[in-house]
């Protein structure tokens, strides 16, 4: 299966689903799932309701050379599955560190795909980082399954606004070397 790439972001495979970069025919199915309340209200940036232009505008973000954040779609057509089952990310800082973030689709949920997900990510290490950073909202357990799961250690709790909740949520934070 030949995957497009975005400039400096490859494409990562494994035997259920794809983690590609995104593209603009992602935009139907990011409105549907990351519009969703059950999704948004777990992201610091993702608004609920959605605004028009919202997700054309992250997808435009996503393929620009000089991004600050590297995006990829968890596709799941290899496996008859849906086309956008949720959303991986590394968002870049300094130091050989990036922030990991992740969203999956509520169809998708307990499928142990942002596990698979996040593990594919990490044996990829498309970045090349020494240490990754993830914060999950401590109302968000399943979250924090996926991170523990993946070797992530807890460092200890912070806060952070979210847009959907139009309010300052208590955080759990993370780290993992690589």
Known sequence: MMLETVPQQAAIETDRFDLRPLRKSDKGMIELHGGD????RFTRSIPHPLPPGAAEAFIARALTEDRNEDVW???GTKSQGSELMG????????????????W?????????????AVTALIEANPQ???TLFAEVFQDNAASAR???NCGFEYLGDAETFSVARNATVATWTYSKRL
Do not use: C, F
Request: aromatic content about 4%; cysteine-free; glycine content about 8%.
């Open 87 to 102: 959303i991986v990310s590394l968002e870049h800082m300094d130091r050989d560190q990036s922030q990991i973030g992740y």
């Open 128 to 130: 090349g980082n020494k």
């Open 104 to 116: 999956v689709a509520p169809p998708h949920w307990n499928t142990g795909i942002a596990s698979e």
């Open 146 to 148: 996926v991170l523990t």
């Open 73 to 75: 779609a968890i596709d």
């Open 37 to 40: 309340l059950r999704v948004s």
